[in-house]
Structures are given as C-alpha cells and as structure tokens.
C-alpha cells in the first residue's frame, strides 16, 4: 500500500465525521439560506488568505535533502496566488458587502485553524501542513461541484457567485494527483505518521468551521 493510500485509510473515520457536519447536508440538498452560503463563504476568506502565507513558511523550512518538495511548494504557491480575492468577488456577487469581509474577524473555529497550522509549520514540522493540503482539498473534490449547483439551484444566485467552488472542484482534482506522487514519495515512517496525524487534527478543526456555521 502506497504512502498516500495509508493515508487516505487512515482518516477515513475523520473525513466521514467533517463530512456529516449540518451544514455540508444543508448545501447539497439546497436546503439553504443566502445569509448561510455568505457565512460559508467568509470563513473560506479568512482560512484561504493564509494558504499563501502558509506555503512560503512551509517551504523556508524545508531541508535541503527536501529540495524536490520545496520545487513542489512553489508551484503550489503560484497556483493559489489570488484565491482569496475569489472568494470576495463571490460575496459581492450574492450582493453582501465584500470589504466588510475582508476587514472582519473570523469565528473562533476558523482562527484556532489557522493557529494550528501555522503552529505546525513554525514549531512542530513543516511537512505536518501536508496534512491540511490533503484535507482541504480531498474535501473539495467530494463536495464542491455538488455544492454549488444545489445551491444556485435554491438560491438563484448568477454564475459569478461560484468562482470559488467551482474552481476548486475541478482544478483540487489535478491538485490531489500531484499530492499523491508527492505523498507517495515520503518514505520515512515518523514523517509518515506526522501527516497523518496532522491530517486527523485538521480533519476535526475544518469540521468544526462547518458545524460552527449552523450553531
């Protein structure tokens, strides 16, 4: 079994309970309100904003003999230029006031996230973000595409309100693939378990963004 498979079988029970948050249901049945789809979508600023941040710590911190994984970061970092603004376009294309976003504060539950991760990435080790690469974008995969067609179903909102995730959908598929060869690439068995380990945390801390939106 590959490094990537372990991985995925390892937080299955982790991933099943994130995604049987209210809200995510709610979404996909487009059982939802305007305002909900706003809250979502404001948390996702105030985590995405720091994707970029993350990365750059992430690969300042990489070992030399890591030289392959910090190429790697570096492509991620160009790819995620930008996203946060998306998400604004986004707020403003359901007709709320995106600057107000921007200037706000997060839920707690989006702020003790973040704090993990950069926790993780500054004190702990930084190949432990991996595990918040994985969580993040598997979660999109399974839901985002879905998501947004039942939401603009049930909210009749314009196209321009889905940049976010539509986007992610598609694009965290080419995403996850490239995640797995590098995953697969990690063979020392502590370093190993310190992603999956991460992974379980982040699993619990996005889980709690959702629930929190339905609190």
């Known amino acids: ?11 299955q029970q982790a991933r099943t309970e994130l995604l049987s948050a209210p809200i995510i249901s709610k979404a996909l049945m487009g059982d939802i309100t305007r305002d909900d789809y706003i809250a979502f979508l404001t948390e996702a600023y105030h985590h995405v904003k ?32 930008g ?10 294309a359901c007709g709320a006031d ?17 704090a993990y991760a950069y926790d993780m990435v500054n ?38 309100a889905f940049s976010y995730l539509r986007s992610h959908g598609a694009l ?5 693939k490239f995640f797995e060869g590098l995953m697969d690439k990690i063979e020392d068995p502590k370093e190993q378990q310190l992603i999956i380990d991460s992974a379980s945390v982040f699993y619990k801390l996005y889980g709690d963004i959702f629930r929190s939106l339905t609190n």
Do not use: C
């Open 1 to 11: 079994m590959s490094f990537f498979e372990k991985l995925n079988t390892a937080t």
């Open 50 to 81: 720091h994707t970029v941040p993350l990365l750059m710590a992430v690969g300042a911190r990489i070992p030399e003999q890591k030289e392959w994984l910090r190429n790697a970061v570096a492509e991620y970092i160009e790819e995620e230029l």
């Open 83 to 92: 996203h946060q603004e998306w998400i604004l376009n986004d707020i403003a």
């Open 98 to 114: 995106k600057e107000a976003v921007r200037h706000g504060k997060p839920k707690l539950a989006t702020e003790l996230m973040i």
């Open 123 to 160: 004190r702990v080790n930084p190949l432990g973000f991996f595990g918040m690469v994985h969580v993040l974008e598997g979660t999109s995969i399974t839901t985002a595409d879905r998501a947004a067609s039942s939401i603009q179903r049930a909210l009749d909102l314009p196209n321009q």
């Open 172 to 176: 965290d598929i080419e995403h996850v």
